[in-house]
């Protein structure tokens, strides 16, 4: 099985903030990774397909990039809705998410 | 718009069974297959599963093989998880969501909102 990790664990920030959260693959995935967001109580919201599309309806605050086993969101101006735990998941082969980042105010 | 409806909370005791089902609507059921993840309490995402709504397919998680069964009804759009003698580790949120394919890729687009399953003698 793929293994997928994800660094920070958490973080803290401020309304405005440039925030990157990583993701890494124990092996190639292409560009075959997704993006979720989740907030509590509620089920996880698709951000970004494919590495770097941006899902209908997602703020173009949110980007993503990276190939292979390294990849990257961004989200370039942190909002106050945007205070929620994000997680990775690879589609390469069978699906498996990455732990999650949580990201509060700080 | 898509909609995924899903059945309300269960208590179940140890060794039971549980059956959650999952409605959809606003789109052509039997164009997209359904995966289910789950949730336990304070914890990640965990892919159970998937099923093809078009002929019925489907690929468990090595872990629940043997306990678990995903099955459609067409005529009704719904999708239904099974999961048998279960444990106090089966307590979670169980979800289903949409899965989209794109090429050879493929990601969950919409999410029901949730299923609580909590195992407790």
């Known amino acids: 099985d793929i293994q997928m990790t994800q660094s920070p664990s958490s973080l803290s920030a401020s309304v405005g903030d440039r925030v990157t959260i990583t993701c890494r693959a124990s092996?190639?995935?292409?560009?075959?990774l997704n993006w979720y967001q989740q907030k509590p109580g509620k089920a996880p919201k698709l951000l970004i397909y494919?590495?770097?599309s941006l899902q209908s309806g997602v703020p173009s605050r949110f980007s993503g990039s990276g190939s292979g086993t390294d990849f990257t969101l961004t989200i370039s101006s942190l909002q106050p809705e945007d205070f929620a735990t994000y997680y990775c998941?690879?589609?390469?082969?069978?699906?498996?998410f990455g732990p999650g980042t949580k990201v509060d105010i700080k | 718009q898509v909609q995924l409806v899903q059945s309300g909370a269960e208590v179940k005791k140890p060794g039971a069974s549980v059956k959650v089902s999952c409605k959809a609507s606003?789109?052509?059921?039997?164009?997209?297959?359904i995966s289910w993840v789950r949730q336990a309490p304070g914890q990640g995402l965990e892919w159970m599963g998937w099923?093809?709504?078009?002929?019925?397919?489907?690929n468990y998680a090595q872990k629940l093989q043997g306990r678990v069964t995903m099955t459609t009804d067409t005529s009704t759009s719904t999708a239904y998880m099974e999961l048998r003698s279960l444990r106090s580790d089966d307590t979670a949120v169980y979800y289903c969501?949409?899965?989209?394919?794109?090429?050879?890729?493929?990601?969950?687009?919409?999410w029901g909102q949730g299923t609580l399953v909590t195992v407790s003698s």
């Open positions: 099923i093809s709504a078009y002929n019925g397919n489907t």
């Open positions: 494919a590495a770097s």
């Open positions: 998941q690879q589609s390469y082969s069978t699906p498996g």
């Open positions: 606003g789109y052509t059921f039997t164009s997209y297959g």
């Open positions: 092996q190639s995935i292409s560009s075959y």
């Open positions: 969501a949409r899965e989209l394919s794109v090429g050879a890729s493929y990601y969950f687009d919409y």
